[in-house]
């Protein structure tokens, strides 16, 4: 590290100068940005100060070598003492090589991967000259209805804080001090954003503390736990008080329990939005409440700018509070490098070779393969075959549209659309494309060219699906079947009889229930980013197998929300051997379970289950116990399978869920190959929170479960002594 000492730097700050700190604000505020001057909206009326842009201590949404290196330029040639700007940026799921959206690659369950693509987007953006991305987001999600559920891996605590590390590791490396090729991330949204009432968002949120620390807090801690140097607050509220504002959730749980120690920042405008949650009265109370809470870096407003020296004080407050959110900043400006290299590794040379290189599309071609999800197959109608006559339908037949939300540094030309990846490898007499109908309507012309294609071929591909403004934030919707123009372009489809095969582009569960039972193969590509046409063609025609398990239930209609698979049991369970035919926990016009059950996704092979073993009948808790299970793959192609490890614990003093997923394992298996699996068993992975909070095993009985999915699985039980 350098030598600059901070404790001196602070000591010489004015206090204007280190609220100023505590700001940040968009690009165009900022001499130098290509920008500059276009301040429109709400950023226009913000009446900043030159003043407090001279000592703003970061910049938000800046990137590109040229771009980041003369903002900064400028301002260390006004900043009074020399203190550089850190650059913040959204990277969610990849810098210009657009990786598929965190949904789809929850669904890969290669934490490595996870890994690797988190590496790549911080190498990206730091040749670019970001050094801190608002990633990863690891909300948890049951409710498919809110458009954020594509940012985030899904329904299972677990395996969210599984992917929360990786990320973490990925986009942070070991040591961002001298690896200018990676960048700090910041784990969001602190806390529970993931579960806002009736999938609106921005919404309440409402939970007992007890299923938060169970469910909601793991994958943060995780993210803690390995190291992120940033936390991002959340929008809403908790328990009645907005998390931006809760001492609770920030001061208690955040920095007293997980022992987070590094800058806690804003989301957009939250510090000022305490005024219409209806906790502060006006910016000045909302600046007090939001730095006693411990939000150190308020986001696009001004409630610390214009009146938090005058709380200060008002309220007769000591700087130390302003002091700590400072150093705070200043040490991870330290850490970066900063001080001796305020550009760090933004390098336009370096940038044209990186960015978007072919190792990089690679990478993201081999995440978008094992990310897809082949929820139907009926009659082996998939993989196709290069002799078949293929015509390909639908609105995202030709689209560039599949990078889903958050990806504005990535472009829809540099995609690969499905009519690219397909045509590729195809005698381009036997393919037909046609639109059939746009997103959300449809055309005599279009449908009719359609029908006219799908007949004169031997199967159809119908691309279907949402563009990606239906998802991402405030991208909430009430009804999650596909577009009605779309529905209807079905329908006329499977009027010409042909085999459809249907390839979706979504961001969120959707309700397939219409199309279920009619389509003969469904696969679900999600938004697959850059490579996404071709790496789909690679499994429609099974040149890859498809592996993908899905992380987030579909139900089987909107009014079945919430559906997620570690729920717990009632009193009256419908599938009890006593269960009565109506007063049972049940709905009269659908079933409980959803329509595809979280760890399904089909292969183009069988892999076979038998065999499961236990290392001994009871568990001791120093000892634990293990299990094993044999997997064979007895049909005709390679494939990797994910082995899912469940457990039940049958008697607990809170309920406990029917099952909760503890550990996975990916194999490949060649045809006829089989293999045995491990599981190791730990008692710290039977703990749970009990109701005075305390993390503790029950002793007793616990069923253990394991299986392709959480609903096709081999069991047996143990006690837990
Ligand atoms: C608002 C979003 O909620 C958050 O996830 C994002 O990081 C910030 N805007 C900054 O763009």
């Not at 009736?198 to 007890?210: A, K, L, P």
């Not at 577009?483 to 329908?491: S, V, Y």
């Amino acid at each position: 590290m350098q030598d600059v000492n901070l404790t001196e730097l602070l000591s010489k700050m004015t206090l204007d100068e280190k609220i100023a700190q505590l700001t940040q604000l968009a690009t165009p505020f900022f001499k130098g940005s290509k920008d500059q001057g276009e301040i429109t909206g709400p950023m226009k009326e913000m009446g900043i100060t030159q003043k407090v842009i001279e000592n703003a201590g970061s910049v938000l949404g800046a990137s590109g070598a040229q771009q980041t290196k003369s903002i900064q330029e400028e301002h260390l040639k006004n900043n009074r003492l020399g203190i550089p700007l850190l650059f913040m940026s959204d990277i969610v799921h990849g810098y210009e090589t657009i990786f598929p959206i965190p949904l789809a690659m929850g669904c890969s369950w290669d934490l490595s991967l996870a890994e690797k693509s988190a590496e790549i987007a911080a190498k990206e953006a730091a040749v670019s000259g970001v050094h801190v991305t608002f990633a990863p987001m690891v909300d948890l999600v049951r409710d498919p209805r809110w458009g954020r559920v594509m940012e985030t891996t899904g329904e299972d605590p677990y395996l969210n804080g599984e992917f929360s590390k990786a990320q973490v590791k990925g986009f942070q490396g070991s040591n961002l001090t001298k690896d200018f090729n990676r960048v700090a991330a910041c784990v969001k949204h602190f806390a529970a954003y993931g579960a806002p009432e009736g999938g609106r968002d921005y919404n309440t949120v409402n939970m007992s503390e007890r299923e938060m620390y169970e469910q909601y807090l793991p994958a943060y801690k995780a993210a803690i736990d390995a190291g992120v140097e940033m936390v991002m607050s959340a929008f809403n509220t908790v328990d009645g008080i907005p998390a931006t504002g809760s001492k609770y959730l920030m001061r208690k749980i955040l920095r007293k329990e997980m022992e987070f120690e590094g800058i806690l920042i804003s989301d957009w405008g939250a510090v000022k939005e305490l005024i219409p949650h209806g906790v502060a009265e006006d910016e000045a109370e909302a600046a007090f409440k939001a730095l006693e809470a411990g939000i150190d870096i308020e986001m696009m407003t001004t409630c610390y700018v214009d009146h938090l020296k005058e709380q200060i004080e008002m309220r007769n407050l000591t700087e130390s509070l302003v002091d700590e959110a400072v150093l705070r900043i200043l040490k991870l400006k330290k850490k970066l490098g900063l001080f001796e290299n305020p550009y760090r590794g933004a390098d336009e040379r370096l940038e044209n070779e990186v960015v978007m290189s072919a190792e990089h599309r690679a990478a993201s071609r081999e995440l978008a393969t094992k990310s897809l999800v082949l929820l139907k197959n009926e009659k082996n109608v998939l993989p196709l075959n290069h002799h078949q006559k293929i015509s390909l339908i639908g609105p995202f037949a030709d689209n560039g549209d599949i990078l889903g939300a958050w990806s504005w540094k990535g472009s829809r030309e540099d995609a690969v659309t499905l009519k690219e990846g397909i045509s590729q490898g195809m005698d381009h007499s036997l393919l037909t494309i046609a639109k059939g109908s746009n997103i959300q309507s449809i055309s005599e012309e279009d449908a009719a060219e359609a029908v006219q294609a799908a007949k004169n071929s031997d199967v159809v591909i119908l691309a279907l699906g949402e563009d990606s403004e239906m998802s991402g934030e405030a991208g909430s919707r009430t009804n999650i079947k596909l577009p009605q123009a779309q529905l209807d372009l079905f329908a006329k489809i499977k009027e010409t009889g042909k085999p459809i095969v249907v390839v979706l582009f979504n961001g969120r569960p959707l309700d397939l229930t219409d199309i279920h039972d009619q389509a003969d193969a469904i696969l679900e590509a999600w938004y697959p980013g850059t490579e996404g046409g071709a790496a789909i063609t690679d499994v429609l025609f099974g040149k890859e197998n498809p592996s993908g398990k899905l992380t987030m239930s579909f139900p089987y209609s909107a009014g079945q929300i919430p559906v997620y698979y570690n729920h717990f049991n009632t009193g009256r369970p419908k599938d009890a051997p006593d269960a009565q035919e109506r007063y049972a926990s049940q709905y009269l016009d659908s079933p409980n379970k959803p329509l595809y059950p979280f760890g399904f996704g089909l292969s183009y092979t069988n892999f076979l289950y038998k065999n499961i073993q236990q290392s001994a009948e009871n568990m001791d808790p120093e000892e634990g116990i293990s299990f094993t299970i044999e997997v064979t793959n007895n049909g005709k192609m390679a494939g990797e399978e994910v082995v899912q490890f469940y457990i039940q614990d049958v008697t607990g003093e809170v309920v406990r869920p029917l099952k909760e997923l503890k550990d996975f394992r990916k194999i490949f298996l060649n045809p006829g190959e089989t293999k045995e699996v491990l599981f190791n068993l730990r008692e710290e992975q039977l703990r749970y929170y009990h109701s005075d909070l305390s993390l503790k095993s029950d002793k007793g009985k616990f069923n253990v479960f394991i299986g392709s999915s959480s609903e096709d699985v081999l069991s047996l039980s143990f006690q837990l002594l």
